[in-house]
């Protein structure tokens, strides 16, 4: 993969998908030639790339004008491939394309050649055989731990369910070696920070 940079939710989201994301189909077990399962954050990925040349700053991009962008869970898809085997479709796109273009924009500005397939999407299990894949969707359906036909809701328990996904970090990722191995190089928060509050002899007085 390169590097990537990945949108990730609010940490509220993101406590709920990750507790979602360490569930295993009970008949699972580890073994030392296994790849399925590795723990990873819950993002969206924008856009991915090979090289990261020195002139890239994350902070560089312009966000200013950007509101934080909310989606929804729309549904299950089932891939083939270690990477794509389980994720979820997101929408609706236009709440993400201004952010995605604001982001490939600033690098096309830097002449970094860069990759978005199957944008967006929100993977949250690698596993790496096909029956492996179908136990796994079975007991998620079966436990009732994805619900839903147009909006869905992913729980992970009573008290931990999901149905959106608000954009509000941006990450950058070396995803250079296996998925373990994946490191944040740095963040950038989306929110913008509340302005100072006013000691009480900072307040300007009225006059009378």
């Known amino acids: 993969l390169g590097y990537a940079i990945w949108l990730v939710p609010s940490d509220t989201e993101t406590a709920a998908l990750s507790k979602l994301m360490e569930l295993h189909p ?43 962008p909310v989606v929804h869970f729309d549904s299950i898809k089932r891939g083939n491939s270690y990477l794509g085997a389980f994720s979820i479709v997101i929408s609706p796109v236009s709440e993400l394309m201004p952010l995605h273009d ?7 500005v830097l002449s970094i050649s860069w990759k978005s397939r199957s944008f967006p999407h929100m993977s949250l299990f690698y596993i790496d055989k096909p029956d492996k894949r179908d136990r796994l969707h079975a007991e998620l359906i079966n436990e009732r731990r994805i619900q839903g036909d147009e909006c869905l809701m992913l729980t992970a328990s009573l008290s931990m369910e999901v149905t959106t996904f608000t954009g509000s970090e941006i990450w950058l990722v070396d995803c250079m070696c296996s998925v373990k191995r994946w490191q944040v190089i740095v963040k950038r928060s989306l929110v913008s920070p ?15």
């Open 26 to 68: 009970k008949s699972y077990t580890q073994d030392s030639q296994s790849h399925s399962y590795p723990s990873f954050d819950p993002h969206i990925t924008l856009v991915t790339f090979d090289k990261l040349p020195s002139s890239f700053n994350l902070e560089s991009i312009s966000l200013d004008l950007l509101t934080l």
């Open 102 to 108: 604001t982001v490939t924009s600033h690098l096309d």
């Open 194 to 208: 509340a302005p100072p509050s006013l000691l009480k002899e900072e307040i300007p007085q009225k006059q009378t």
